[in-house]
């Protein structure tokens, strides 16, 4: 079966600067930069990380303001050089500001791809939002991945939008000297692993006391590097060859043969096992989660929480009520599904890393068995009456609550059930 892909664009170039704090002379920088990269119509250009103001904290929510008039202004320079650009500016939505970055030709925005693994070392958490979606942007040549900085050292990222469809990983970073082996390595490593090519900007200069390291990158899918900048203010650009993705995949696809080969069922551990799997986890700095419910005939209110608790660390354990422990609490007629599915329905959730069932009225030994670090329940329990609050906070954990989502309740299901 032949499967029909965008065309390449027939040029990619990098404009790697010094991004200084004024705005005005980055701008500048841009625009000679096209000016020596001399692209043909059609190329993609990529810019690096924040390149307009850098990382001025101290007027961020004023540049998000302003993100929406310097899109104009990129899209008027890629229109006067029939190309697309590529680079990350401050984005606000609904009072959140994302490092974004952005893809803009002639016609406006082709897509955008918000930053999703935000770097502690340089404040950016305290700043920014992280992502909460992947989508693969469409242009006129090619179908493009995005990667931030940061999100390079993070495989499944540039694995997820390469298996929906991207042809080119752009990155764009302010990468330190100090690391610089490891941007080059994991640079070529995302082109090999994925099979793509992969354009990389980099900053070079210096903010405060790091020092940027520049090496802005194009590779071919083979690990081929077709250009590489020095430590200093370049650009660079190289033709691709748009049979070579195709040559690399005929030889040998590690790209799209992805088997579902896990057992969702042995997601369900006993406290023991479970135990031993969370003290692993902390050990490799891992935030893990609890939460805990009875999940009788799972409903859209049940799934949209999970994944609510999923977002507040890495790993998420939920505990099961048992059949006993719903009968007391509810009474003889409930549980509609029994332990056994309930957890064999909940294990097949993505959000969900493992599920252990108590009998006991509350899920108190459990919680202070595992210790986790962030313990959630539903925001209509206050923090004072939450089991197991207290024993996690006294270990240095956190207590949050969550919103329900729309107007769910299996109880209100099995009554509707029945009147029908």
């Not at 790697?16 to 930069?33: E, L």
């Not at 990529?46 to 310097?70: C, I, K, M, N, R």
């Not at 229109?79 to 970055?101: C, K, M, R």
């Not at 179908?143 to 999100?151: E, H, N, Q």
Request: proline share 5%; charged share 20%; aromatic share 8%.
């Amino acid at each position: 079966m032949k499967h029909l892909s965008a065309p390449l664009p027939p040029f990619v170039g990098c404009l790697q600067i010094d991004v200084t704090s004024q705005p005005q002379d980055n701008f500048k920088q841009i625009r000679d930069g096209l000016e020596r990269l001399s692209s043909p119509p059609g190329a993609l250009v990529v810019l690096p990380e924040l390149w307009l103001h850098g990382f001025d904290y101290s007027t961020l929510p004023e540049q998000a303001d302003q993100t929406a008039h310097v899109l104009v202004q990129l899209r008027n320079l890629a229109a006067e050089y029939a190309i697309v650009l590529a680079g990350s500016l401050p984005e606000v939505e609904q009072d959140q500001i994302f490092n974004t970055l952005f893809f803009i030709g002639e016609e406006g925005a082709v897509g955008r791809y918000r930053k999703q693994h935000l770097f502690a070392l340089m404040q950016e958490d305290e700043h920014f939002s992280p992502a909460d979606a992947l989508e693969v942007m469409g242009g006129e040549y090619a179908r493009y991945g995005g990667l931030v900085c940061y999100d390079l050292r993070f495989p499944e990222l540039a694995r997820v939008q390469v298996q929906r469809g991207a042809q080119i990983l752009v990155v764009c970073g302010q990468w330190p000297q100090a690391r610089i082996s490891h941007w080059r390595l994991l640079l070529q490593a995302r082109a090999v692993e994925n099979q793509v090519f992969v354009v990389a900007c980099n900053r070079v200069g210096t903010s405060g006391a790091t020092r940027f390291g520049g090496h802005s990158m194009i590779i071919a899918p083979d690990g081929t590097i077709l250009q590489e900048a020095g430590d200093e203010g370049q650009v660079i650009g190289a033709e691709l060859d748009a049979g070579l993705p195709g040559k690399v995949r005929n030889r040998f696809n590690t790209v799209g043969p992805r088997p579902w080969r896990l057992a969702d069922k042995n997601k369900l551990c006993d406290l023991l096992s479970l135990a031993q799997k969370v003290a692993t986890y902390k050990e490799s700095g891992q935030k893990v989660v609890f939460t805990n419910g009875c999940f009788d005939i799972l409903h859209e209110g049940h799934v949209t929480y999970l994944e609510a608790a999923r977002k507040q660390g890495d790993r998420l354990i939920v505990g099961l009520n048992s059949d006993v422990s719903i009968q007391t609490i509810k009474g003889p007629r409930r549980p509609v599904n029994n332990e056994s599915s309930r957890a064999r329905i909940l294990a097949a959730l993505g959000c969900v890393d493992h599920i252990v069932i108590f009998s006991d009225d509350t899920p108190l030994e459990l919680i202070t068995t595992l210790l986790p670090d962030v313990l959630v329940k539903g925001s209509d329990w206050p923090i004072d009456q939450i089991v197991g609050a207290r024993e996690v906070m006294a270990a240095g954990g956190e207590v949050k609550t969550i919103e329900f989502v729309g107007d769910f309740s299996t109880t209100g299901l099995i009554e509707k059930i029945r009147q029908k």
